[in-house]
């Protein structure tokens, strides 16, 4: 495959794919935004404090989500992770030293229909999660999924927080959970990571009044595969914050970013936390601003237009393939577009699926659950380069079923 750069690989008997499903972790996400990898070098040069850089990036990141603060993560699952930990301890330091013994105000509450696997991360902070309300939709034998009254009656002193999972159709609406946990005193924790774009979502789930948010930085960002944002409520960004520092210092000597991290609100500093085992180092969080910064500079339309282009220039390819073929999103400029072959049925897509993985070159496409016998080419983690060998392996792969269908 193109680009002098996949012998970093080849010299190492590892084979290099083309990544058309999206920027999934196991397939090492997508390429990372311009300026991220020169900025990246930049920031190898010089030795700064964390501390110091991660009040700048909360700057930033206040800055392009309207949230009071915001600390850079090791991944959106980090942040996840760190939010319940905040929410578990506060600024109480003796609670944050002993997570994941979270005591008896333990409980993150969610939607049954919102659990997914990443809430795990949540639970290895020490939360354990109460589920609540019946996705009555989801089994086909109701039209009612949770509603904010059954978050209501979940509530009692043992609630630390409330999980809601952002989806465009998620139910109830935040507005609506944001409420009932306001009038209980609760934080609500809202897992984003993957709602990006449209754009305006950096600022929509914070503007409904969520507590905290985490967006992943290796998705549509562009920021390296092992980023991401937390944000929200100053004191907990504090509580996140502390928990993740390297923190091996005298409390006399120690002068943290005042605007960041309020010393005298604490009564003494934590040992390493729980989150020190998810650290992100001075290159990752430049790396995640600067992608940042290109994904509010380029805007929601530009990048359509960049990931349309790339769909129909594998259209264009497949147009005498005998594949039947549609854009998805072609219009909706808040949407990633997709290129969509519709197969026979299920097996028919989970059989070219498995010929394009078993190439010279393996091709990844994305499935959907919801479209059992489509294949998506997904144009998010694909590189322009990649275009005409993904083009020939799909040629290739169809071949016979084209040459039937003609
Ligand atoms: C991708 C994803 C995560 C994890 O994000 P990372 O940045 O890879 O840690 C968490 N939650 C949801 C809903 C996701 O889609």
């Not at 206040?62 to 929410?87: D, F, K, P, S």
């Not at 659990?115 to 009612?144: M, S, T």
């Not at 978050?151 to 952002?166: D, K």
């Not at 594949?323 to 808040?334: G, P, W, Y």
Request: proline share 6%; charged share 20%; net charge neutral.
């Amino acid at each position: 495959m193109g680009g002098a750069d996949s012998t970093i690989f080849a010299r190492r008997g590892v084979a290099t794919i083309i990544n058309a499903a999206g920027t999934l972790t196991r397939l090492s996400s997508g390429p990372l935004a311009p300026g991220v990898l020169a900025a990246m070098q930049g920031a190898d040069a010089a030795a700064v404090e964390i501390e110091a850089l991660q009040a700048h990036a909360s700057g930033v990141i206040a800055q392009a989500t309207g949230a009071e603060a915001g600390v850079v993560t090791a991944g959106a699952a980090a942040g996840l992770m760190l939010a319940a930990a905040a929410c578990l301890a506060g600024l109480d330091v003796a609670r944050m030293n002993a997570l994941p013994k979270a005591g008896r105000r333990n409980r993150i509450i969610v939607a049954r229909g919102q659990r997914n696997g990443y809430d795990h991360a949540l639970r290895a902070a020490g939360a354990r999660l109460v589920e609540v309300g019946l996705p009555e939709p989801a089994a086909g034998a109701g039209c009612r999924d949770t509603e904010a009254c059954d978050y209501a009656a979940a509530i009692t002193a043992r609630s630390a927080a409330i999980l809601w999972v952002a989806r465009p159709a998620a139910v109830p609406p935040l507005a609506e959970v944001v409420a009932v946990a306001r009038a209980r005193g609760l934080p609500v924790i809202v897992d984003a990571a993957a709602e990006l774009p449209p754009q305006s979502n950096l600022r929509a789930f914070i503007a409904a009044g969520a507590d905290l948010v985490v967006f992943s930085g290796g998705k549509a960002i562009g920021g390296p595969a092992g980023t991401g944002i937390l944000c929200g409520r100053a004191d907990l960004v504090m509580s996140a914050a502390l928990q993740s520092l390297d923190a091996d210092v005298a409390w006399d000597d120690w002068t943290p970013p005042p605007g960041f991290i309020d010393k005298t609100r604490l009564g003494g500093l934590p040992r390493q936390g729980i989150g020190r085992a998810c650290k992100t180092g001075k290159a990752e969080v430049i790396g995640l601003l600067v992608a940042l910064e290109h994904f509010l500079a380029e805007g929601d339309p530009a990048r359509h237009a960049r990931w349309l282009a790339l769909c129909e220039a594998v259209l264009a390819g497949l147009a005498s393939s005998g594949a039947r073929l549609c854009i998805r999103n072609r219009e909706a400029t808040d949407r990633v577009p997709m290129l969509e072959l519709r197969l026979a049925d299920a097996r028919a897509a989970v059989d070219l699926a498995r010929a394009l993985r078993s190439r010279p070159v393996p091709v990844h496409l994305a499935r959907d659950p919801a479209a059992p016998g489509c294949l998506l080419v997904n144009p998010v983690a694909l590189r322009e380069t990649e275009v005409a060998a993904l083009v020939a392996a799909l040629v290739a792969a169809l071949g016979g079923a084209g040459d039937e269908r003609s």
